[in-house]
């Protein structure tokens, strides 16, 4: 009976050796997993953040409509009086996208133009003045006409004129 209780036990130290093997090599792959996990959520952060950006504005095209956003339906566009309107823009700054609202006035009286709200001075959002029937640029006192004309004040050029199109009726502007 001794003989077999103590075959029985080298058995078991011999398991248990190669049990603690296993645990020993199972723990030494765990660093190894950890390592892996991060190093994959480094680089597909690097991806998207290091991704060119000719591809990041091809994919907003195709977002967009090939960049064309949509002003309204030209019939609804009437009046004397320049409309305002507001586009989501996406902009892309280095590597981040932001969505942001663009203003342009739409000129039913000169034929459905479109212009840019930016002032070509230094960059501040022009208003329309209803009183003087002009374009004002409250930071230098920039006056334009009712169709975008640099009439007085340091700005040295016109508004900016954007590009249109009609498609189904309806008044889109390219940005």
């Not at 991806?47 to 000719?54: D, H, M, R, T």
């Amino acid at each position: 009976m001794l003989f077999g209780d103590a075959k029985s036990s080298a058995r078991s130290v011999e398991e248990i050796e190669v049990i603690e093997k296993d645990r020993r090599r199972f723990l030494s792959l765990i660093p190894l997993a950890v390592f892996g996990v991060i190093a994959a959520s480094v680089g597909g952060a690097a991806k998207k953040f290091l991704e060119p950006a000719a591809a990041a504005a091809e994919s907003t095209e195709a977002a967009a409509g090939g960049g064309w956003l949509s002003l309204g339906m030209v019939k609804e566009l009437t009046g004397d009086d320049p409309i305002e309107r507001v586009v989501a823009v996406e902009r892309n700054a280095g590597w981040t996208k932001s969505i942001e609202d663009a203003t342009v006035f739409v000129l039913p009286k000169h034929d459905n133009k479109v212009l840019s709200s930016v002032c070509p001075h230094e960059g501040c959002p022009v208003v329309w003045d209803a009183e003087t029937k002009n374009f004002l640029c409250p930071c230098h006192d920039s006056y334009f006409s009712d169709c975008g004309s640099k009439l007085s004040g340091p700005s040295t050029t016109d508004l900016t004129e954007l590009e249109t199109r009609v498609a189904d009726g309806e008044l889109q502007v390219k940005v």
